[in-house]
């Protein structure tokens, strides 16, 4: 099995702040703040953009796995980095504008990303943390694993995590979570649809890599657009939607990887997708 390693960003002498590796198509990025929580701080969030915007560069890579080292899956922003800011002489209005704007761009390059990306939580997804998870493709979770947006618990209500969240489950539970700040368990995640799959714990790394490899296996091409048409298809009305998706998969149905699986089908053999070896 082809494995690669590299440390993107130091936060010590000896410490990535993320962790990639390659297991042949797919890349897997390590949250790296096991001491913090994995708490998004600035450094944190420019570093995750960084490493999301090459990897979505590089065609050799078909699916992300997104996981975490330590206890807790990630925390939120990090609150002593944002109190610390207080002390600016504008009260931190520019880094806080700074961090949510920036907070808001890794979640939007991931949703960008032509590569699917699962979410690994093997502990608590916080505030920021859940956003984290509902703004990936797909996210399996440890059975250990709590959710939870807690911002109204000390005076600061889970706005952006509130987008991401809004688009993943019912807008009353949505709601609940906003307004209690309750964690819930793995299990209610998967009821009401912000997770796939539930695992015991330390099964959900191998379970989403697994699925990441099954994933892997299809046509780079179809889950590249694929992928970018559901979430441009699912803000628009209905028609329109159906206008969208007719114009989307006419294009797919005349691409190579298309021709190649339709005969692969008929012929009852493995497809070779084109370019991918």
Request: charge should be neutral; include cysteine.
């Amino acid at each position: 099995m082809n494995v690669q390693s590299t440390a993107a960003h130091v936060h010590s002498a000896e410490e990535p702040i993320v962790i990639q590796q390659r297991i042949g198509a797919v890349a897997i990025v390590t949250l790296n703040r096991a001491q913090t929580r994995n708490s998004l701080s600035d450094a944190l969030l420019t570093k995750l953009t960084e490493t999301f915007s090459a990897i979505g560069k590089d065609t050799a890579i078909r699916v992300v796995v997104l996981a975490a080292n330590g206890p807790a899956f990630c925390a939120g922003h990090d609150l002593k980095e944002i109190t610390a800011r207080r002390a600016d002489p504008d009260w931190g209005l520019h880094f806080y504008t700074e961090l949510l704007n920036s907070c808001s761009a890794l979640m939007q390059t991931i949703i960008n990303l032509p590569q699917a990306v699962i979410a690994a939580v093997q502990g608590p997804a916080s505030a920021a943390g859940c956003q984290l998870v509902a703004s990936c493709d797909l996210a399996v979770a440890s059975s250990a694993a709590t959710f939870c947006t807690p911002g109204v618990d000390i005076g600061l209500f889970c706005s952006t995590p509130m987008v991401a969240l809004s688009r993943n489950v019912a807008p009353k539970h949505a709601m609940e979570m906003l307004l209690t700040g309750t964690p819930i368990s793995a299990d209610e995640a998967l009821r009401i649809g912000l997770i796939n799959r539930v695992v015991e714990p330390g099964r959900e790394h191998t379970v989403a890599i697994d699925l990441a490899n099954h994933i892997a296996s299809k046509s780079g091409h179809a889950l590249k657009v694929g992928k970018a048409a559901f979430y441009r298809q699912r803000e628009m009305n209905l028609s329109d939607a159906y206008r969208y998706a007719s114009e989307v998969m006419v294009q797919n149905m005349l691409a190579a990887d298309s021709n190649e699986g339709i005969c692969a089908f008929l012929e009852k053999r493995p497809p070779k997708w084109p370019g991918q070896g």
